[in-house]
């Protein structure tokens, strides 16, 4: 079965544009979290969404937001980008919020400049 | 806030020599997973265990989670050098069901011929 899929694989942005992040978890899976890795912070928690509703928040600006779809699908939206946004951005999908298994895509790099 | 460490950060060893990878924290998780990170690539994950004291071993990979569920160690026998990566453990948070993953900083793992 496909795996989690996300899009763009790759993004150059220019400081103080917005940009929206694709995230298709595994089939049948409902629960979506959002990572941020970077070389200095590792990997961080940014949110989950279940059920189409966010069920945590980690400590980032609000600059950064995401939803749901009814299909599981998600977006991450990050807007007015700052250079310290550069990182990869990495969506994780479990089946539900009872499961702590994560299986994680292959990330899109996003570059401010 | 719940932290992982992990050691050591760089290790280099050559092909057939046998390592072991740290993580130890001073809170309890509910399980640990460890995940095995390739370049440009999303984590893939290798094992969760989730009972204090379980050891699960997958080929020349052994995964240990203390009796406390606050560390645990994975050792590698007889290294090869298709085990080069970044190993990261992962905890889940007791709190918010496991939505939450906290992330180690890693260890760079390089096996030379």
């Known amino acids: 079965k496909a795996g989690v899929t996300q899009t763009p694989r790759y993004l150059i942005k220019t400081r103080g544009q917005q940009v929206t992040l694709s995230c298709s978890p595994i089939s049948g899976h409902r629960s979506v979290s959002w990572y941020q890795q970077t070389p200095g912070q590792g990997l961080q928690f940014l949110f989950e969404y279940f059920s189409e509703t966010q069920r945590n928040k980690g400590n980032f600006p609000g600059r950064f937001s995401g939803r749901q779809f009814s299909n599981s699908r998600s977006e991450m939206n990050v807007s007015t980008l700052e250079l310290g946004d550069s990182a990869l951005y990495l969506c994780?999908?479990?089946?539900?919020?009872?499961?702590?298994?994560?299986?994680f895509g292959q990330g899109t790099r996003l570059t401010v400049v | 806030t719940q932290l992982l460490k992990q050691s050591p950060q760089f290790l280099s060893i050559q092909e057939g020599e046998n390592l072991t990878v740290y993580c130890n924290s001073s809170?309890?998780?509910?399980?640990l997973q460890w995940y095995r990170q390739e370049p440009g690539e999303g984590p893939v994950l290798l094992v969760t265990?989730?009972?204090?004291?379980e050891v699960k071993k997958l080929k020349r990979l052994t995964f240990q989670f203390g009796d406390a569920r606050k560390d645990s160690s994975l050792h590698i026998t007889a290294a090869q050098t298709g085990d080069t990566g970044l190993y990261l453990c992962a905890g889940a948070d007791q709190e918010t069901s496991g939505s939450r993953l906290t992330f180690g900083e890693g260890t760079q793992l390089t096996v030379n011929p």
């Open positions: 265990v989730v009972t204090g004291g």
């Open positions: 994780a999908s479990r089946l539900g919020q009872m499961f702590t298994e994560a299986f």
């Open positions: 809170s309890v998780f509910s399980s």
